[in-house]
């Protein structure tokens, strides 16, 4: 089926801090979703954030991509304050991010959605598209080869032509994946890509995730709610619950934590 | 018409003075060298490769190949999709004076170590992560392995094994021996006989274990003579690579007419894009399994069963009149002259457009080969306008016949094709008593690989090689094959029938995927276990508003019964008394290959099946109207399970029994 496992064997050998959250703070009028939480992603590894319903994991990841502006902490890229930053300037630093249920153009098709992903990296404007000569017409043919080399990774040539809105729920979410990949991203957040997914579909993406870090050497932080998924793949796992992070560390270690057990269980 | 066909490819200095298929190549890059040779859908675009481009691939792996360790009489396995790398990789190792084991991608690592001991295969050319997974598992226990060579890198990024090489590096390090000593490989490649062994074809094991039959040189020049004396295949043609090369007939067009011919070889994106991929290129040849003619058939009559009633009218009537005139001028009749008329009109209106949308509007040589196939998607495709032929050989011996020129009779399996007489005697041929048909002649039958007495058991005692296949011969001098000897089943009556015609013929129903007869010496009559097409029913279910939940469900629906039943009534109005199919029930689940109820080529295993069903198959034979059946079943993710369902038995005579039920 896939190869061997590597979860837990990667040791966090890196120095730099790819992107951390550092004392973030997020109110909603009287909610408090996020609590001084600090959290850093390590060079290469898959970092799971999970917790039950309403734990803050994708406040936290809003507030990372800069769709939302804590009220207080900082966000930091390589050391670089991003706080505040517009969502188009975050990402074109490098962060790109997949949604839990997918954001697509569905009556497009699926090159069409992942040449989306490129637009942070085209540099003709709309007249100059409209014109289409030249190095616009080059740029597109270098676009679009970066778009075939995406579907031939995730394996979806059969639907290349297809409008999204025609296909299941499993491979619309390989071409969010696609989409984000698509912008050469440093770094790659994905809210809970397993939501709704039946068993083999959520293996075919454990092996993509899986493959994007091998292949790609990025950071992967992956929002999940399915805890069978995340203790397989994640290198690390930080857990959450209302709004604090309450344990980090390997899967097995988390897996024991009393506070994680109590939480999840209510015990 | 023959002859002028046979001296054309004979006539081609390139193949004239070659004695293995690595020689033409050669031959071919040096007359020819920007004559396009291969095409491959690679990242959403049609890529090509000319003669000269192809030789530089072959001709550094080779040399890679040959620093590794490969060399004369090694056997190199390759397991993969039909990729120019498989092919590079097969002629790379026969310039080497070795030969080649194709596998199909889908075989079990179980299934692959046998292959590689049974072979001595001393080196592995895999496609992907998938392959490689396997090949090192069975690395370990074979000896003397060389190394595994992958050409697709995907998933391997961080796989460290000493044996492992990628494609590319090991083509790197030939070229540089190549740029070091530029006359090398020629000097190793014109070393090469006739008859030395070109491949090992392995028999599907539908009996026992699989024996790898030894192809020589010899073997392929002689059975691409013999196609190309049979059907017109014109140098430069376009064909489509779809049939896996581990069976013996890719072998023979892909791989040996593709340099023989020549032809253009076209290889799709993926087995999945086939479909789209043929109807970009509208190929001049190919060749496909009948199962595979026979899906192409139910794709069209599925999307005709969804199509509006103005449509579907129109497809009818199109077809009718294609059948009207096609057809029966195809048997050699005058077509009535009021079909004849419409027939401008239903091209125009329908059976242009759909030749073109299967990607079929070019191909003038569409073969079948291997089993039987359904007369009715015979003519299906006939009335279409093409014209689809039958070849029918076997692996041991070659091709045999082939529909032949403009007029043939569908239920046959063609004329004898002849050998060209520099490649061998001519090809003989006998029916025995039990109306076996036996062979002699021809570039001839070397023998199974390493097994000198199951070779010697092949051949009669006079050296005529057994094929095992019960036939008879029409006035015409056509084949025609009725079953395997030892599958003509006698029943309890003594009255014999033909398995194969009832299940060839029930599995073009739509509704029906595949299906098993049942009867022998100890029963008196015939009866069926069906594996209904869930794809085709569950939509069915739908539109005709029956609820269900799984495959288990739906195939003991009574509204699905009589449907199968009705499907089976229908054939039954065309066979004698005796040889009825009476009584049938649907499999509770999917017949699968991972549980050893199919061979990789989608046969039957029948002897297992009928162990495993045995419950079922008694309560079909005792008359009880149901039964309850346990079977032990593993699922894709290798959890282990009980399947428990009740299977309902149906008369196919009785109407309303299904009904009750």
Known sequence: MQGPSTAGLVPSRATSVPLSVRNATLKFGGVTALNDVTIEVRNDELLAVIGPNGAGKTSLLNVTAGFYRPQQGRVEMSGRDITGKRVDQVARMGVARTFQGTHLFAGQTVVENILVGRHTLMNSNVLQAFLHFGWVAREEDEHREVVEEIIDFLEIEPIRNRPVGTLGYGLRKRVDLGRALAQEPNILLMDEPMAGMNSEEKEDLARFILDVREARNIPVVLVEHDMGVVMDLADRVVVMDFGSVIADGTPAEVQRDPAVIKAYLGA | ?661
């Open chain 2, 1 to 661: 018409m023959s002859d002028r066909q046979q001296n054309k490819s004979l006539s081609d200095a390139s193949v004239a003075k070659s004695e293995t298929l690595p020689q033409i190549l050669l031959a071919r890059a040096q007359a020819t060298p920007d004559g396009l040779s291969e095409r491959h859908k690679r990242l959403g675009i049609w890529r090509e490769f000319t003669w000269s481009d192809v030789l530089d691939r072959v001709r550094a792996l080779a040399l890679g190949l040959e620093e590794m360790g490969v060399t004369r009489g090694d056997t190199v396995m390759l397991i993969g999709e039909n990729e120019p790398e498989h092919f590079w990789a097969e002629y790379a190792v026969q310039s080497l004076g070795g030969a080649v084991v194709s596998v199909y991608p889908d075989q079990t690592g179980e299934e692959l170590a046998f292959l590689a001991k049974d072979s001595k295969t001393r080196l592995f050319v895999a496609q992907d992560q998938e392959q490689v997974d396997k090949c090192l598992e069975i690395v370990e226990d074979l000896k003397d392995v060389l190394g595994v060579v992958f050409w697709d890198g995907s998933g391997l990024w961080n796989y460290e094994h000493p044996l492992l090489k990628s494609f590319d590096d090991v083509t790197a390090a030939g070229q540089k021996i190549h740029d070091s000593s530029p006359g090398r490989f020629a000097g190793i490649a014109a070393k090469g006989k006739r008859d030395d062994l070109a491949v090992l074809s392995y028999t599907s094991g539908t009996t026992g274990k699989p024996k790898g039959v030894m192809l020589s040189h010899r073997y392929m020049f002689d059975n691409s003579t013999r196609i190309l004396g049979a059907v017109d295949i014109q140098p430069g043609a376009e064909y489509l690579t779809y049939i896996s090369p581990a069976w013996a007939t890719e072998q023979m067009f892909g791989l040996a007419i593709g340099l023989i011919g020549p032809m253009v070889v076209n290889f799709p994106e993926g087995p999945e894009e086939v479909l789209d991929n043929i109807r970009e290129l509208a190929v001049d040849a190919m060749v496909f399994s009948p199962r595979q003619w026979e899906n192409l058939a139910s794709i069209v009559q599925a999307r005709m069963l969804g199509a509006g009633p103005i449509r579907r009218g129109l497809y009818n009537w199109g077809l009718r009149i294609g059948k009207a005139v096609y057809v029966e001028r195809l048997e050699g009749r005058t077509p009535p002259l009021s079909a004849r008329l419409q027939l401008p009109f239903a091209e125009a209106l329908v059976l242009h457009h759909l030749r073109d949308n299967l990607g079929l509007g070019r191909a003038d040589v569409a073969l079948s080969g291997g089993a039987l196939m359904a007369p009715d998607v015979f003519r299906l495709f006939h009335a279409m306008g093409v014209k689809l032929r039958n070849v029918y050989g076997a692996t041991e011996t070659g091709l045999l016949t082939a529909h032949t020129g403009e007029t043939y009779r569908l239920e046959t399996s063609g004329r004898w094709m002849d050998c060209d007489l520099q490649y061998g005697d001519p090809v003989e041929h006998r029916i025995a008593g039990d109306g076996e048909l036996q062979v002699r002649g021809g570039s001839g039958f070397v023998g199974y690989f390493d097994q000198p007495e199951k070779s010697a058991e092949a051949l009669t005692e006079d050296g005529w090689y057994a094929t095992g296949d019960a036939v008879s011969l029409t006035d015409d001098g056509e084949l025609v094959f009725l079953d395997r000897v030892k599958d003509m089943r006698e029943l309890s009556s003594g009255h014999s029938y033909p398995p194969q015609f009832i299940e060839t013929r029930l599995r073009y129903s739509p509704f029906i995927k595949d299906l098993m007869t049942l009867g022998n010496e100890t029963r008196d009559f015939v009866t069926a276990l069906i594996n209904i097409d869930m794809e085709v029913l569950s939509r069915w279910a739908e539109e005709n508003g029956i609820g269900f939940s799984t495959y288990t469900d739906l195939s003991q629906k009574p509204e699905i019964h009589e449907l199968i039943r009705a499907e089976i009534a229908r054939i039954n109005s065309l066979l004698p008394e005796g040889s009825r199919v009476m009584r049938f029930a649907n499999f509770p689940k999917e017949l699968d290959p991972d549980e050893g109820e199919l061979t990789r080529s989608r046969k039957l295993r029948r002897a297992f099946l009928e162990d495993r069903y045995g419950g079922l198959i008694e309560a079909i034979y005792d008359g009880s109207p149901n039964t309850d059946l346990e079977i032990a079943v593993t699922y894709q993710d290798g959890r282990k399970g009980i399947l428990k369902a009740t299977v309902n038995i149906t008369n196919v005579e009785d109407k309303n029994q299904a009904r009750a039920a």
